[in-house]
């Protein structure tokens, strides 16, 4: 029999909103059907329950979940109807995440996604990113042999390796998917959840590899941490993704930080974007005016400055869109993701244009400004400073000193693209954040783009927990 959890008075109002989570004291009771009738019981970890309320004395159906009485997170709510859970009912989740993928314009046999995105996606605590590209070992060597474009013919920089080229050489792509079982009822279930992938995605050139991934928050769903190869092969060279047209390497299993920030596709996009826009109009000799012989002799590299620059994804848009003489300084505490940025760079033929600087970027700062370094770009993509609620005054204090610092190093007409992926710092908390660093900088800033993750993870009202990633980018006077 499936056990009834009755919440106390009130707390059904967040759950009718939406809401997918039901938290350990919210609850009233949890009964079950015996012989003599309704008892008082206790779920399992991970076995299916349904969530009511009294509504005017009479019990009210809230929706079936997955219990867990380890966690505080004592219900997560997969449906709101009697639904069962078998290979079927994941293969129609699935189908229908896929589906909110391709409308909003994802191609994952072509290109990198977040294929389920969890509460999301109403298949709570899973997590599949799907990567699609080539071993990079082996693209390598064989665009090594073959003959490459010349940058004279194309607007691409020469030597970049291109998705044309790579599908030429190869044939269709292959996918890795990495995956996250991040709730009990999920992890229980994970051989049902693999057979429905492989039932599911049937991209031209198949699934070679399935990786899983761990995160802390297993653990206090009380499962280990795990990561392991659990399906097929992973290239020990890694793969060469495209992300926007562009390569970039990715490893999903070695260190500690693995695969690429798929989140941010759209907003690497735009930076690039708004990186070629800024450099077509920035002056040749800038700040002087363009008078007599000398106006056309002198001209100033557009030059980038990327921060928590990881594998260097930010710098190599913005320079791709910047084009020819763009110069970027890529800064991240880790020397292997720097090590992955400089190889990005050579795959995008910009070897040259690229430096990286290891540090932390709090000092780095400090130092760009010692040195009066200016930039006409500087981006910002902290890891989230606030990963609790607790933790938000310390980590606005945080976001206020990176901006402001930032905002000094910023040339007059710079754009400054800043992000934050702190779920527990709202939007508008963010921007007043900006703001106050752009006062206390003197320096005014106009808004450009506003925007949020990319939509394969998508923001499901109702559930703010859906919502963490925030990027703006602004235009300094
Ligand atoms: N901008 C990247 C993602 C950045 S993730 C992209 O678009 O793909 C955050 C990065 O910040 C990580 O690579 C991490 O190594 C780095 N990092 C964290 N704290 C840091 C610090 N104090 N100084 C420098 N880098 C830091």
């Known amino acids: 029999m499936i056990k009834r959890v009755i919440l106390k008075h009130g707390e059904e109002q967040r759950i009718l909103a939406g809401h997918p989570w039901v938290f350990d004291n919210e609850i009233e009771q949890v009964l079950v059907q015996k012989m003599q009738g309704f008892v008082e019981a206790e779920p399992e970890p991970g076995e299916i329950v349904d969530v009511e309320y009294s509504r005017q004395g009479k ?53 990198s996604a977040r294929l389920v995105f969890a509460e999301a996606d109403r298949l709570p605590g899973l997590i599949v990113d799907c990567y699609t590209g080539w071993d990079a070992g082996v693209l390598q ?24 080229e790579a599908e030429t050489l190869l044939g269709p792509p292959a996918s890795w998917l990495s995956i996250q079982f991040l709730s009990y009822g999920m992890d229980m279930r994970r051989d049902m959840v693999l057979q429905a992938l492989d039932e599911t995605l049937k991209f031209q050139g ?31 060279a890694g793969i060469i993704v495209f992300e926007n047209g562009y390569p970039f390497r990715v490893d999903l299993l070695s260190g500690q930080k693995t695969g690429t920030y798929l989140d941010q596709r759209d907003n690497h996009r735009l930076t690039s974007e708004r990186a070629r826009l800024s450099a077509k109009s920035t002056p040749k000799n800038h700040g002087e005016p363009e008078t007599g012989l000398h106006a056309e002799t002198e001209k100033q590299a557009f030059r980038i400055l990327d921060l928590f620059s990881y594998h260097g994804a930010f710098a190599i848009h913005a320079l791709r869109g910047a084009g020819e003489g763009a ?12 090590e992955t940025a400089r190889l990005n760079a050579r795959l995008n033929g910009l070897e040259a244009q690229l430096e990286t600087r290891g540090g932390d970027v709090f000092d780095v700062l400090k130092s760009l400004e010692k040195d009066k370094e200016k930039f006409d770009m500087i981006i910002l993509d902290p890891p989230a400073f606030a990963k609790t609620k607790s933790a938000l005054e310390g980590a606005i204090r945080g976001y206020k000193e990176i901006n402001l610092k930032a905002l000094r190093l910023l040339k007059p007409g710079g754009i400054l693209v800043t992000c934050s992926c ?20 003197g320096r005014r800033l106009r808004l450009m783009d506003f925007r949020y993750q990319a939509q394969d993870h998508p ?19």
């Open 141 to 164: 060597a064989a665009a090594g042999k073959a003959p490459r474009a010349s940058a004279g013919e194309n607007s691409d920089p020469a030597g970049a390796l291109r998705f044309e």
């Open 206 to 236: 198949g699934i070679a590899g399935i990786i899983e991934k761990s995160a802390p928050v297993r653990e206090l769903e009380g499962l280990p941490l795990q990561d392991a190869l659990i399906r097929g092969t992973f290239p020990a």
């Open 59 to 111: 019990p009210a159906y809230l929706g079936r979940g997955f219990a867990n009485p380890r966690s505080k997170i004592a219900v997560r709510i997969y449906s709101s109807s009697k639904e069962g859970v078998d290979k079927g009912f994941f293969k129609h989740r699935i189908r229908e995440a896929l589906e909110r993928r391709r409308v909003a314009g994802f191609r994952p046999e072509r290109e």
């Open 422 to 441: 702190s779920q527990a710092l709202d939007e508008f908390r963010f921007r007043e954040i900006i703001a106050s660093a752009a006062a206390d900088s």
């Open 327 to 338: 110069e970027a300084l890529a800064v991240d505490s880790s020397a292997e993701a720097l």
């Open 459 to 477: 923001i499901l009202l109702g559930y703010g927990e859906s919502l963490y990633l925030k990027c703006g980018i602004f235009r300094a006077d």
